[in-house]
């Protein structure tokens, strides 16, 4: 519910608060009072269109501000803090000013936030019906989210078959969309990929052949080098068995050594065990010349094997680089290729299936949203005899609504159909669109007989009304107060009125005056007593505050409402 609202430099009202509170609020005042800025002030609270020249003459800029309670696990919560705004000791906060210029700002829980969250906040929060501001139901999409609601139950079932069809079908419908648009390039995709693949069937590399090519390639492009070193290590440490005479070696050498030690190693060990360890080298070396020689042997200056070895390499090396710059690398691209490949090859088998699928689930959507159609049709009539109803109460004797629901021409999230809420407004008349088959006092009443017959199933928890009551008086006015007070039952509701039995049914009396300088002060919002109800319902009765016939009426009517409560 709205808490406070706080206003300054508005219309004729230079700062005022007006403390409200659940149930039924209404609010008074004569004629130029600035009543109607009350409901102003709301619809620029809650995002409605900011006009500069609804600023305060001699003021900078009109500035409203909110004090709302609201459930602090909703969805209004989590908007606002997703916005980085936050709470107040529980309550939100939100801040409307517009300049003289023009230029209009909002702020919700502290933080700055573009205008249209507000509107889209006001959705869940408020539903403002004023001269200017009948918009909420006059949107055929709220029209027939309403119809839903009033349908209660009996839709909920057949609906949610419906919009579990129906996002399945979209589904479907995207996936044929993607699968038929992209078919060329699908193609194209296919095509590069096989030609790949095929050159990699080409060459067959094995894993690891480039690295084994390179090394054979360095061997054979320095074969006589190797054999060389090879030969030479050798023969230092073996010896030539062809030389003339013994050149010494390392193994004999090593010989030498170990003899010299082996004489004397009884006289101290420790040169016993380097004598073992020499023996043990000279083992080492002899291996290592044996090796040295089958190196050598083995070696082969082949020219033919070299050319062989390079192409081969190069054939390798070079689709290596197409695929990631190794043998290994171009494998693995082979290996997802041929994956993609199998994929994309199955793509026509898959279109094919969603294509039935999709036909199949038309079919079940039509006859689906052929039931919700059935169910709103149900629930238009009882509806529009409701609504009706309310408006022969309400002063509007001759009125007629109808409901329309008619073809949408296409499947929608919620079925397809198309609501209209219309309004016939005298016998034999044509039912036009609410907008533009009532005057604004007549689409007041309208709204509220809506309202009323909507009430416990519109979720929007404050209602708020300017000159329902326009063009009627007596026993209409007592009903439009007595239906006033029903919808306050379960919800807020908010009521600029000037008729004195309306102003009887409120919970509580907001009374606006003027000050001597013709403005509306923070004194001037004064939420009455019953001695000062009794005063303001004479004056509205009579014209005059102190009528004795006034006040015997203004008692009256408030024993009526205090009863029918």
């Given amino acids: 519910m709205i808490d406070e609202v706080r206003i300054k430099g508005l219309g004729v009202i230079d700062e005022a608060v007006l403390d409200l509170s659940p149930g039924f609020n209404v609010v008074t005042g004569e004629t130029g009072a600035g009543k109607t800025m009350v409901v102003t002030s709301l619809g620029l609270l809650f995002g409605g269109r900011a006009d500069p020249q609804r600023v ?114 979209r589904q479907v419908a995207a996936l044929l969309d993607e699968l038929t648009t992209r078919a060329a390039e699908r193609a194209r995709e296919a095509e590069l990929l096989r030609f790949g693949l095929d050159e990699v069937e080409k060459v067959d590399p094995k894993e690891g052949e480039d690295v084994e090519l390179a090394a054979e390639e360095e061997r054979l492009g320095h074969s006589d080098a190797l054999r060389a070193a090879a030969d030479t290590a050798h023969e230092a440490l073996l010896g030539d068995p062809a030389a003339a005479f013994e050149a010494p070696n390392v193994v004999s050498l090593l010989g030498q050594a170990r003899t010299a030690l082996e004489q004397v190693r009884d006289h101290d060990p420790a040169l016993g065990a380097l004598a073992d360890r020499l023996a043990e080298a000279g083992y080492l070396v002899s291996d290592a010349a044996t090796d040295l020689a089958a190196y050598a042997e083995s070696v082969d200056a ?86 009706t109803d309310e408006l022969t109460a309400l002063a509007m004797p001759h009125a007629r609504v109808v409901v329309r629901v008619g073809p949408a021409g296409e499947f929608g999230p919620h079925g397809a159909d198309d609501v209209e809420v219309l309004l016939a407004p005298h016998p034999g008349s044509r039912p036009l669109p609410l907008n533009k088959g009532a005057s604004g006092g007549e689409l007041s009443r309208v709204m509220l007989a809506i309202e009323v017959v909507f009430a416990g199933s519109d979720p929007v928890p404050t209602f708020v009304f300017d000159e329902v009551d326009a063009g009627v008086g007596g026993k209409a006015a007592v009903e439009i107060g007595r239906r006033l007070a029903r919808l306050a039952r379960n919800a807020q509701v908010i009521v600029v009125t000037h008729l004195p039995q309306v102003a009887a049914f409120a919970d509580q009396h907001l009374l606006v005056e003027k000050a001597s300088d013709g403005s509306v002060t923070r004194s001037g919002v004064t939420a009455l007593d019953r001695e000062g109800r009794v005063r303001e319902l004479s004056r509205m009765l009579a014209g005059l505050e102190d009528s004795e016939l006034g006040r015997a009426h203004a008692e009256e009517l408030l024993a009526l409402a205090a009863a029918e409560r």
């Fill in 302 to 387: 082949d020219p033919a094997r070299l050319a062989v070895v390079q192409e081969r390499r190069a054939e390798v090396v070079a689709l290596a680089r197409k695929h990631g710059g190794t043998v290994a690398e171009a494998l693995a691209w082979a290996r997802e290729s041929a994956a993609r490949l199998t994929e994309l090859a199955g793509d026509d088998e898959r279109i094919g299936e969603l294509r039935a699928e999709h036909a199949e689930l038309a079919d079940r959507l039509a006859a689906e949203a052929g039931e919700l159609t059935a169910v709103r049709e149900r629930a238009a009539e009882r509806f529009s005899e409701a609504v």
């Fill in 56 to 169: 305060r003459p001699g003021a900078d800029r009109a500035v409203v501000e909110g004090r709302l309670v609201v459930d602090p696990g909703g969805r209004v919560v989590e908007r606002v803090e997703e916005a980085g705004g936050e709470l107040d000791d529980g309550a939100l906060i939100v801040t409307r000013s517009v300049s003289a210029e023009g230029r209009s700002r909002a702020h919700l829980g502290g933080r700055s936030v573009p205008v249209s969250l507000l509107i889209n906040l006001a959705d869940e929060l408020v539903a403002v019906h004023g001269q200017s501001d009948q918009q909420r139901l006059l949107q055929s999409g709220r029209q027939r989210a309403a119809l839903d609601r009033y349908a209660g139950g009996e839709l909920t079932k057949p609906l949610r078959a419906y919009t579990r069809t129906y996002q399945r079908h």
